[in-house]
C-alpha cells in the first residue's frame, strides 16, 4: 500500500513490465561496440566512451519503453489501455501450445493485446461491457497466476463497494 500527497491510501495489487527478454537486451548490447568501431579511427578513446553511452542508452531505452501490466484501484492497465475490473470477466491462464493458440491463431483482430514474444505465458480477459469494441484482452505475463489473482481480488473488492 502507498499514500499520496493529498492523504488518501492507493493499492497496487499487481504490477509488471513487460521488459525484453535477456536475448533482446544483449542484442541491444552489442550495438555499442559496433558503434565503437564507426567512431575508432577517428579516435580510440571517443570510440570507448561512445560504444559505452550507446550500449546503456539503448539497453535503458528498452527497458523503459516497455509496457506495464497493472491492477490497481479497481482498474486493470496494460500499456496505455484501462478499464474498471468490474468490466472484466473471468481471466483464463494459458502455457504451451495453448499459449501459443491463444498468441496466434485463436487471436481475435478485435481483441486488445500486450503480447511479447519471450514472455510465454498468456492471461485472457473477456470483456463484459457491451460497449467495448474489444471482445478480450490477450496479456503476456511472467506471472500470469499473480495477475489473475489481482484480478480477482479487485473485482471482489469492486463488487463489495
Same mark, same amino acid.
Do not use: F, Q
Given at each position: 500500500?502507498?499514500?499520496?500527497? /493529498?492523504?488518501?491510501?492507493?493499492?497496487?495489487? =499487481?504490477?509488471?513490465?513487460?521488459?525484453?527478454?535477456?536475448?533482446?537486451?544483449?542484442?541491444?548490447?552489442?550495438?555499442?561496440?559496433?558503434?565503437?568501431?564507426?567512431? &575508432?579511427?577517428?579516435?580510440?578513446?571517443?570510440?570507448?566512451?561512445?560504444?559505452?553511452?550507446? &550500449?546503456?542508452?539503448?539497453?535503458?531505452?528498452? @527497458?523503459?519503453?516497455?509496457?506495464?501490466? %497493472?491492477?490497481?484501484?479497481?482498474?486493470?492497465?496494460?500499456?496505455?489501455?484501462?478499464?474498471?475490473?468490474? =468490466? +472484466?470477466?473471468?481471466?483464463?491462464? +494459458?502455457?504451451? %501450445?495453448?499459449?501459443?493458440?491463444?498468441?496466434?491463431?485463436?487471436?481475435?483482430?478485435?481483441?486488445?493485446?500486450?503480447?511479447?514474444?519471450?514472455?510465454?505465458?498468456?492471461?485472457?480477459?473477456? @470483456?463484459?461491457?457491451? /460497449? /467495448?469494441?474489444?471482445?478480450?484482452?490477450?496479456?503476456?505475463?511472467?506471472?500470469?497466476?499473480?495477475?489473475?489473482?489481482?484480478?480477482?481480488?479487485?473485482?471482489?473488492?469492486?463488487?463489495?463497494?
Amino acid at each position: 500500500m502507498a499514500s499520496t500527497n /493529498d492523504g488518501s491510501a492507493r493499492t497496487v495489487d =499487481y504490477r509488471e513490465r513487460l521488459s525484453p527478454s535477456l536475448w533482446v537486451l544483449v542484442a541491444a548490447a552489442v550495438c555499442g561496440p559496433m558503434a565503437a568501431l564507426v567512431v &575508432a579511427p577517428v579516435d580510440t578513446t571517443l570510440a570507448l566512451v561512445l560504444g559505452a553511452l550507446v &550500449a546503456v542508452a539503448l539497453v535503458v531505452s528498452l @527497458i523503459l519503453a516497455s509496457p506495464i501490466v %497493472e491492477v490497481k484501484d479497481g482498474m486493470l492497465r496494460a500499456g496505455r489501455a484501462r478499464i474498471e475490473v468490474e =468490466y +472484466t470477466g473471468e481471466p483464463v491462464t +494459458t502455457t504451451g %501450445e495453448d499459449a501459443r493458440t491463444a498468441r496466434g491463431p485463436g487471436l481475435s483482430p478485435r481483441s486488445w493485446h500486450i503480447i511479447r514474444g519471450g514472455i510465454d505465458p498468456v492471461v485472457v480477459i473477456p @470483456i463484459t461491457d457491451e /460497449d /467495448d469494441p474489444a471482445p478480450s484482452w490477450v496479456i503476456s505475463s511472467r506471472t500470469p497466476d499473480r495477475l489473475v489473482s489481482a484480478l480477482r481480488h479487485a473485482k471482489k473488492e469492486a463488487s463489495a463497494r
